[in-house]
């Protein structure tokens, strides 16, 4: 079944219950097989069949429940949404000046104490009316036309207990104020509630533009790798050199790079030598030299070299705009630990407004007098009190942080699910080639007998093994031509499969390969048995040469450990996690490298495709496991892990395949990413405790639990007050993860 996959922004939100409601309404559609709501980006993916579901079609199950998808938005510059964010952040803040100087008037001309001290025409009722209105339908209409379409679609969200809890006050107020006789004759007298309505609206109000500035805050990692981005290239076209627009850019261009710009897309050098800053896309501080036939990655700084290279990946297939793709991804993503809270959230309004009900109805039956007036400022108090705004925003807000801190050292996220998982982890499998270790074979020791010399005897290597295609043989050449010796004209070349090569040179029969071939030819290898052992138990593959059935001299190979491995290694141990090399290698070679880094446990002569059985054993075993491997070729036991680590290059292979990609190559980053997770999940913890105490313990407070006793009551400004701390405290903690270390 072919499957799409939209993100779109959603209007509207502002609490958990609202994430729920947007989620059941997209999720009952026929054809739509997921949709996750991400309150903290405002955001909204989908994946649906195309066939059985239109942009129309979300957009409308969308608007049903009361809020609005923006699915065919044309697609902004960092500009025009930045001005945008900052149009909608002056709109709010010019609502809250004039809700909170209109709500000051109203409270310093009725709240007790403050009277004696303001204007005769601020104690005025109808003056406080005409004060207040603005407020309530203006400064307020958010608030209504959400509740408004909530009621239609038989929903409730935080918006419905605000309009309840301020409505109830006006209106109460307003009677006062055109019938205070009315109030007179049933024993209350009349005092207006204007300044709990205006106060209340606009003490809101200010919670929520607090709380932008700092949601705003969270998404600064994007931000960041958005403007990492070149704005024009110099290409050369019609042999002149111009200056083009990064939009103008199209694949095969030839482009000019000089020392200090930014290398504006992705593409392979072809001409010229320089040193990278990657440290934008890897996290990597160490420049990284370049020559022809190298890849360079857009958003990198070019140090000292001036090269040109063949543009091959723009636009949106550059390494960088990947990046950024999966970062927003991972941040509008849902971590289980979140599904929870929203669960509980899409239940908590209801309850709520019959929490309400009974805080109304036993304070007008068994509460002093006057009873009405009681019950209805506890009641007001308690639908106010009970925002679950802190709630809805635990999770998503740390997630936001942690994962956009995690894409600055170079570890790109998937996924919530992934990086809350992480912490779990007990066990990590590591593949050797290519991991742990470079990849790419090196020559380590070259040994001559006799009277040949070790260049000569690595000419003969290299010129023998010129015609081979083993990865070894590569190494012998590599290593002759960085010695720039000139290599011997080699005939009458043969491979011979499982053994080695041999040809002739200058008429001297030469053969070059492993014990077998040494065996096969009579040449004796008594002599040097012991020394052959010793370079194997150091983990090197031994070749021999042999010179007319005569050894001559002996060449080792050897993967060559990564420089982070041991350090990344140690970091893992540090942390209590088992550490686990798997590998087609011998059980010699395997061991001594495993001995080599500290591991104990290595899985020897294992098969590409029998990886993925040795971790489900492990798993067996009751551990959650990660398996880091290069993306590719260990795709299978990747994606069999609890937690699949990619050590790539950040290709789409390697994205792919892994929960988490390791672009910087660094396996210290193993570590960072399991040391992240523990520290976004200890947040994520701190803040639904925070946001589910605050409720517990302040809600039955409202209700008026400590009045019988303490003779005490939580006046409704305060309970305002006290419900935009706590959303802006769960933000500002969420934010705290950006100064926490992880490395």
Request: charged fraction near 20%; include cysteine.
């Amino acid at each position: 079944m072919n499957q799409n996959k939209k993100t779109f922004s959603i209007k509207g939100m502002h609490c958990a219950s609202c994430v729920m409601v947007i989620e059941d309404s997209l999720k009952k559609m026929d054809g739509v097989t997921q949709a996750t709501v991400n309150l903290a980006t405002e955001k909204a993916t989908v994946i649906y069949d195309p066939i059985k579901v239109t942009d129309e079609q979300l957009s409308s199950a969308v608007s049903n429940v009361g809020y609005q998808a923006l699915i065919t938005e044309e697609i902004k510059t960092e500009d025009d949404e930045q001005k945008e964010k900052q149009q909608e952040l002056h709109d709010l803040r010019f609502k809250v000046v004039v809700s909170l100087i209109l709500g000051g008037l109203i409270l310093w001309g009725s709240f007790p104490g403050l009277i004696k001290t303001s204007p005769v025409i601020l104690q005025n009722f109808f003056v406080q009316l005409l004060l207040a209105t603005p407020v309530q339908f203006w400064a307020g209409f958010g608030f209504y036309r959400a509740t408004i379409s909530a009621i239609k679609h038989r929903t409730a969200n935080m918006d419905t207990l605000v309009v309840i809890g301020t409505t109830v006050a006006y209106i109460y107020s307003t009677v006062v104020t055109l019938l205070p006789q009315l109030m007179i004759k049933v024993g209350i007298e009349p005092m207006p509630y204007f300044d709990t309505a205006a106060v209340i609206i606009g003490l809101i109000l200010l919670g929520r533009y607090f709380e932008a500035k700092a949601k705003a805050g969270t998404s600064e990692a994007i931000k960041k790798l958005i403007g990492l981005q070149a704005k024009t290239a110099r290409v050369l076209r019609a042999g002149q050199e111009i200056d083009l627009s990064i939009n103008e850019v199209v694949i095969g261009d030839i482009i000019r790079v000089r020392p200090g710009e930014k290398i504006p897309v992705d593409g392979i050098i072809v001409e010229g030598e320089s040193s990278i800053d990657e440290s934008m896309v890897t996290g990597e501080s160490m420049p990284v030299e370049k020559i022809s036939g190298d890849t360079v990655v857009g958003a990198t700084i070019n140090k000292t070299g001036t090269f040109t290279f063949r543009a091959t990946k723009i636009g949106q297939e550059t390494m960088l705009a990947q990046i950024i793709k999966l970062v927003q991804e991972a941040q509008g993503s849902k971590a289980p630990i979140q599904r929870l809270a929203d669960m509980i959230s899409s239940y908590f309004v209801p309850v709520v407004i019959m929490l309400a009900f009974l805080t109304f109805a036993v304070w007008y039956v068994f509460g002093p007098a006057p009873t009405l007036l009681f019950a209805l400022l506890n009641t007001v108090a308690v639908l106010i009190i009970a925002c679950p705004c802190a709630m809805g925003l635990a999770t998503p807000t740390a997630i936001m942080v942690g994962t956009g801190k995690g894409a600055e050292h170079g570890i790109l996220i998937k996924d919530a699910e992934s990086l809350e998982t992480a912490h779990k982890i007990k066990t990590i499998i590591f593949d050797k080639t290519g991991t742990l270790t470079k990849g790419k074979p090196e020559v380590t020791d070259i040994t001559a007998f006799g009277s040949m010399d070790k260049d000569t005897l690595l000419k003969l290597a290299g010129s023998i093994e010129k015609g081979s295609e083993h990865s070894l043989a590569e190494a012998i050449v590599k290593e002759a031509e960085s010695q720039n010796l000139v290599l011997f004209k080699v005939e009458k070349f043969q491979a011979i499969p499982g053994h080695g090569v041999e040809g002739m040179v200058d008429n001297q029969r030469i053969v070059f390969g492993n014990k077998r071939l040494m065996n096969k030819e009579g040449i004796s290898l008594t002599l040097v048995d012991d020394q052959i052992a010793k370079l194997e138990d150091a983990g090197k593959t031994v070749m021999m040469i042999g010179l007319e059935n005569k050894l001559v001299g002996l060449i080792a190979v050897a993967d060559i450990v990564k420089d982070s491995a041991r350090e990344g290694l140690i970091a893992l141990q540090k942390l209590g996690l088992e550490v686990v090399m798997i590998t087609g290698d011998n059980q010699r070679t395997a061991k001594a490298i495993g001995q080599s880094l500290g591991i104990t446990r290595v899985l020897a002569e294992v098969l590409p495709d029998q990886k993925e059985a040795e971790v489900r054993k492990i798993q067996a075993e009751g551990k959650v496991v990660a398996m880091v491997g290069d993306g590719i070729n260990d795709a299978p036991a990747l994606a069999a892990a609890d937690v699949g680590i990619a050590m790539g290059s950040g290709t789409d292979v390697a994205i792919e395949a892994a929960d988490i990609t390791l672009i910087n190559k660094d396996l210290k980053s193993v570590a960072m990413a399991i040391v992240l997770s523990k520290k976004t999940m200890r947040t994520i913890r701190l803040n639904l405790f925070w946001a589910f105490s605050y409720n517990i313990v302040l809600i039955p407070v409202a209700m008026g639990v400590l009045y019988p006793v303490f003779k005490l009551l939580l006046n409704p400004i305060f309970a305002s007050v006290a419900m935009a701390t706590s959303s802006i405290s769960v933000v500002v903690n969420s934010l705290l993860l950006k100064r926490k270390k992880i490395v």
